[in-house]
Each structure stands twice: as structure tokens, then as C-alpha cells.
């Protein structure tokens, strides 16, 4: 039984690995899109970033329905909707005569089929690697790294060779390989027929209840929500910017390949620090998004320069690259694995309420102000927000924690107390009994 699972836990940790490759090419080529929008449908830039922030963001905010599709039919069935969806809308995206009907093809249908294909992901590695979730986590991210990689030359020449439709059409028969991989997707056939037996709308939605009462676990929620409103207008502005200072369109898709290069490092890092007895996910959360707050601020100050650009994508791979790691191991931590899908589904959610909200915000500071200089440290001031909150959350864990162990001690002396009243009572009716059996025998 043991081999057995352990052959379903490696087969889980390839195939996650697969599913996030594929879905990383399209999901970072968005900001080279973006460009391609702006100049076949002549539109500002704010109304432009709309269909890549559907995109991305639906693949979030679809997080509950994800988590309770999950909890019913199992990953399997899950990530397989989902990769049919993101076909469909890619597909379709290629008929697309106008503006809206490309909002609701490859901003809704395929941003739906996205974020139903992605959740099972996270949460297959959940309860494959309950121990060593971080470690786990840390390889089958780095597939994202991977996809990012390659993205952005892909998608650039993907645009140069058969133009914005063919781009799309071609961006379909990539999303079709995620399809055998979710039919391999099963982490456990034992928990999900639990899971769907014990599901209900009632029970669904006390979990999510339940998980809004914990304080640090929502201050958890709350950093993630600043810091992909950040990561939202990085992943779609980036090029925008970089091409605004005078770089050409290849150098700055180039700029994803040096983000992937460092995403790759910093997960598989990251995971080995937070394993068992590792570093504490939440301090070391706060530590990199007080650096990545830093670093997106003061970016305007060096990007004219040569190698700006290129300095800034590194540190930028290097030290936000981890920051998805953490997902997994926190939701464990904060949350147990009975509440595990619920807890990475709201996780997940929010995060798409945050970076759902970003590149519209940055496109309308640009019209106004007529620079990405005020955008980019406006998406700075909410990293380092987000870093405050994660620093609370660990403090306010460890007031709970000191609470816990307080109460331990107080009862412990009560306890004590209890075992030996207990045991004192048992020992003098044994040895009362055995006096009076004998005084009886003997006056017999």
C-alpha cells in the first residue's frame, strides 16, 4: 500500500508539474498580447488590459467554485473542465470579430477554464506531500519559472509569424495538452470519495466561515491580496513600460525569460528552507515582499539605464518567484487538511478580487498622469503594505500560540491532580476489597 502510494505521489508531482508549464506559457505571454491589443483594436490602455486582467484574474476568482467542484468529483474531474473551458474560449478567441466578443472568449470562458484547471493543483500536492508541501510546492512551481522562460519569445514569435488570431488559435492546441495531464491527476481515490461524500452547500460554506474567524489567517489573505494587485500590473505593464524607455518589443519579452531564470532558483530554494523543521513560511514571506516592495519603487530611478531593465527582472525572478510556494504550506498550517481545498479555493479567490483590480488601476494612472512612473510606485507602497500585514500575522499567531501553551500549563497541574485522585481511589478499592476477602475467609 505504501509503494503503491508513493507511485501516486510521484505520478501528482509530475503531472503538476506538466499542468503549470503549460498554463505558465499562456498566462505570461498576457503582457505581450497586450501590445499586439493595443494596436489592432486602437483602444486606451486602461479598456485594453481588461481582457488580459479576465485573464489572469478569473483564474483566481473562480477559486470557491474550484474548491467545491474539487471536494465533489475530485481533481481529476476538475482540472479536466477546466482545460476543456480554456480550449474552448482559445479557440474561439480566433472567431472573435470584435473587442467585447474577445472579452468574453479569452477573458471569461478561457479565465473560467484557467482557474479550474490551475486549483487542483495546489491541492493535489496538498495531501500527496502533507509533510514536505514546501519542498513539493517548490519543484512544481519552478515549472512555472520554466514557462516563463520561454514564454515571451514564444508568444512574440507566435505574433510575428501568424498574427493576433493565429496567436490564439495556436495558444488552443497548447492548452489541449493539459487535458491528458488532468486525466493523470489523482492524488488519492481513498480521500476524494470522502470528500465527496461528506460535501454540501451547508457544510461548503461554514468551512469558509470557520476560515474568515481566524485572525492571522486573514491577515494572510489580505498581504496576498495587496501583493498580487502588484504582480498583476508587473505581469501585464511590464513590456508596456520597458518598450515606453526605449527597449524594442524582443528586449523586453526577453525580460521574462530573466524572471523565469529567477523564479526557478528562488522556488526550488524556498521549498528546501520551509521543510520540516525549516525556516517559518510567514517571517520569511515578510522578509522577500519588503524587499519586492523596495525593488518595484525604486525601479523608475534605474530603468533609462542600459542594464536596468535586466537588473531589475533578476531581482524581481529571484525574490517574488517564491512567494507562491508559501501557499500550500500556510493553508496547512492555518487551516488542517479537512479544511485544505477550502481554504487554498478562498486563498486563491481573493487573490483574483486583488489582481483583478491592478492592471485597470495602473492603466488609468497612466492616462491621467501620462507615465508608468506613478504606477509602478504606486504598486510598490502595496507590496510593502502587504509585508506589514504578514509580519502581523506572525505576531498575532504567536500570541495565540503563547495563549495555547498558557492554558496547557494551567490545566496541566489540574490534569495531574485528576490522574492521581484517580488513581489513588482505584489503588484503596483494590486493596479494600482484598482486606475483605480475607477477614471473610478467615472468619469463615
Keep these: ?29 498576457v503582457g505581450i498580447i497586450h501590445l499586439a491589443l493595443l494596436d489592432v483594436y486602437k483602444k486606451d490602455d486602461a479598456s485594453t488590459s481588461v481582457v488580459g486582467s479576465l485573464f489572469i484574474n478569473l483564474m483566481s476568482i473562480t477559486g ?28 474561439a478567441s480566433f472567431f472573435a470579430e470584435s473587442f467585447w466578443m474577445l472579452m468574453v472568449t479569452n477573458g471569461i470562458i478561457a479565465g473560467i477554464g484557467i482557474g479550474l484547471t490551475v486549483l487542483p493543483c495546489p491541492v493535489a500536492i496538498g495531501y500527496a506531500f502533507p509533510k514536505h508541501s514546501g ?29 493576433l488570431r493565429g496567436t490564439f488559435l495556436l495558444s ?18 481513498v480521500k476524494e470519495r470522502k470528500a465527496a461524500q461528506n460535501t454540501n452547500r451547508h457544510k461548503h460554506f461554514k468551512t469558509y466561515i470557520s476560515l474568515l474567524h481566524s485572525p492571522s489567517y486573514m491577515c494572510v489573505l489580505i498581504g496576498a491580496i495587496l501583493w498580487n494587485i502588484s504582480y498583476a500590473i508587473i505581469m501585464i505593464h511590464l513590456p508596456s513600460y520597458v518598450v515606453h524607455t526605449g527597449s524594442s518589443r524582443e528586449q523586453a519579452s ?8 529567477g523564479t526557478i532558483v528562488s522556488r526550488l530554494t524556498i521549498g528546501l528552507a520551509i521543510g520540516p523543521e525549516g525556516l517559518d513560511p510567514l517571517l520569511l514571506n515578510f522578509g522577500l515582499t519588503a524587499f519586492v516592495g523596495t525593488l518595484i519603487i525604486t525601479f523608475p530611478l534605474y530603468i533609462t539605464f542600459s542594464f536596468g531593465p535586466l537588473i531589475f527582472a533578476s531581482l524581481y525572478g529571484i525574490y517574488s518567484g517564491g512567494l507562491l510556494v508559501f501557499t500550500v504550506p500556510l493553508c496547512l498550517e492555518m487551516a488542517g487538511t479537512d479544511r485544505l481545498t477550502s481554504a487554498v479555493g ?36 502595496f507590496v ?34 485528576a490522574d492521581d485522585f484517580e488513581k489513588v481511589n482505584f489503588d484503596d478499592v483494590l486493596s479494600s476489597r482484598e482486606q475483605g476477602v480475607k477477614l471473610l475467609s478467615n472468619n469463615t
Design 64 to 91: 470557491p467554485l474550484a474548491s467545491y467542484f474539487i471536494n465533489r468529483w475530485g481533481c481529476r474531474v476538475t482540472s479536466a473542465l477546466g482545460g476543456i473551458l480554456l480550449v474552448f474560449g482559445l479557440g
Design 172 to 189: 488552443a492546441g497548447i492548452a489541449s495538452h493539459v487535458l491528458p495531464c488532468a486525466l493523470l491527476l489523482n492524488y488519492s481515490q
Design 384 to 417: 510593502l503594505l502587504a509585508s506589514g500585514f504578514s509580519l502581523l500575522a506572525s505576531i498575532w499567531r504567536e500570541s495565540k500560540d503563547e495563549k495555547l501553551q498558557s492554558t496547557e500549563f494551567s490545566l496541566s497541574p489540574m490534569i495531574k491532580e
Design 346 to 381: 478562498l486563498w486563491f479567490f481573493l487573490l483574483g478580487l486583488g489582481s483583478l483590480t491592478g492592471p485597470p488601476i495602473a492603466g488609468l494612472v497612466l492616462d491621467v498622469t501620462g507615465s508608468y512612473k506613478y504606477s509602478y510606485i504606486l504598486s510598490g507602497l
Design 135 to 163: 519542498i513539493a510546492m517548490g519543484i512544481t512551481t519552478s515549472a512555472i519559472g520554466v514557462g516563463m522562460l520561454v514564454s515571451g519569445p514564444i508568444t512574440q514569435h507566435l505574433l510575428n509569424t501568424y498574427g
Design 1 to 29: 500500500m505504501k509503494s503503491v502510494y508513493t507511485r501516486q505521489a510521484i505520478v501528482t508531482l509530475i503531472v503538476v508539474f506538466g499542468i503549470q508549464f503549460l498554463l505558465s506559457l499562456l498566462i505570461y505571454g
Design 254 to 261: 526577453f525580460m521574462f525569460t530573466v524572471i523565469g531564470i
